[in-house]
Nanobody, 123 residues
């Protein structure tokens, strides 16, 4: 059974940086696309960033130039480096493994999810 465990969330001030980690275990990892989504109360889960098994990346327009997704295949871990954080980045961040190797930004393309990690950015 695939398990994804996120870590690295916290409370920071606007302009600060955080790095989220997602450790995968229990199944194949390296040939699947991985992604980060985020969600605030009462809203849908939104795409943030994704990375293919070859290292291709895609970002939501709202985070482009500030966030960087990467993966360490040897450690079965995906990272999300978040710089220049804004209050509107406040959300629960979820790591997800795709059904295929393709980068697709819709929620239903991902069939394994972590439990989420809270990121709060104060103004």
């Amino acid at each position: 059974q695939v398990q994804l465990v996120e870590s690295g969330g916290g409370l920071v001030q606007a302009g600060d940086s955080l790095r989220l980690s997602c450790a995968a275990s229990g199944g194949a990892f390296n040939t699947y696309a991985m992604a980060w989504f985020r969600q605030t109360p009462g809203k849908e889960r939104d795409f943030v960033a994704a990375i293919s098994w070859t290292g291709s990346t895609r970002y939501a327009d709202s985070v482009k130039g500030r966030f960087t997704i990467s993966r360490d295949s040897a450690k079965n871990t995906v990272y999300l480096q978040m710089n220049s954080l804004k209050p509107e980045d406040t959300a629960v961040y979820y790591c997800a493994r795709a059904r295929t190797s393709m980068i697709i930004t819709t929620v239903n393309h991902y069939n394994y999810w972590g439990q989420g990690t809270q990121v709060t950015v104060s103004s």
